[in-house]
């Protein structure tokens, strides 16, 4: 079986955004909860550790806000309405994970993003990265219906179908840190009715712990390299 593309994550997968991400995200508290900071900040928020947990943990980026922050639904909505804008002005840098270029450029097959980070954003860093070019689809949080947010497939198909057109008869790589992640490949196979076959690898090196996970992927990885081992065995 040959491989037509490989889809990412972006957090926690290409970059690790942590620092920024805990900035903005105290910044939107400020404007849109600021009940929730100070002394009252959510503890996810004090650290890079306790952040880590919350985000390997949660299903996506509302169920964060919700169910470990402390927020109520009217902010939530708010504080994603003001996700991009805040993120495009954080100069807080933004550092890809050692070995993740070299990969990048390595392969020659099409690759895409699917994120619940801004696509502004992303392709900010890719280009910053000189990586712009290899990427022929990013699918942001911004790009897709707030209801439609991974694991469920949406970004997924519309990922795969900016890359070739449609969406029939590909084998697909997809690449993320996070339970929903594994939860989102399946889901993309299963919206596909078996006419594709999407694998997925976890990439453990920012701190996923996937012993208890409902959800297992094809292949777990703890360097970037390790995609190219995996994909070599499908050439």
């Known amino acids: ?3 037509n593309a490989i889809l990412w ?8 955004s942590v620092p920024k991400n805990i900035d903005i995200t105290k910044q939107i508290l400020a404007k849109v909860a600021p009940r929730l900071t100070g002394d009252s900040l959510p503890q996810y928020l004090k650290n890079e550790e306790a952040y880590h947990v919350a985000n ?8 964060l806000y919700l169910n470990y922050y402390g927020m109520s639904e009217s902010e939530m909505l708010e504080a994603g309405a003001l996700w991009t ?16 270029k070299q990969i990048i450029n390595q392969i020659e097959l099409p690759q895409g993003i699917c994120s619940q980070n801004s696509s502004q954003n992303i392709k900010k860093v890719l280009e910053q990265n000189f990586l712009a070019h290899k990427f022929q689809a990013v699918i942001g949080y911004d790009d897709i219906p707030s209801n439609t947010q991974k694991p469920n497939p ?4 519309k990922c795969i179908e900016r890359i070739f057109g449609n969406i029939h008869d590909k084998n697909i790589f997809y690449i993320g840190d996070h339970e929903g992640d594994v939860e989102f490949a399946r889901n993309i196979e299963k919206e596909l009715n078996g006419q594709s076959r999407v694998i997925s690898i976890v990439a453990k090196y920012s701190g996923a712990e996937t012993s208890s996970w409902k959800y297992k992927a094809d292949f777990e990885i703890d360097k970037p390299f390790e995609v190219i081992k995996i994909l070599n065995n499908y050439s």
């Open 9 to 16: 994550d972006y957090d926690g997968t290409l970059a690790n």
């Open 85 to 100: 804008e805040y993120q495009l002005k954080n100069t807080t840098p933004i550092e890809l994970f050692v070995g993740i």
């Open 56 to 63: 390997h943990q949660s299903k996506n980026w509302q169920d």
């Open 154 to 157: 949406y970004s997924g198909l």
């Open 1 to 3: 079986m040959n491989i």
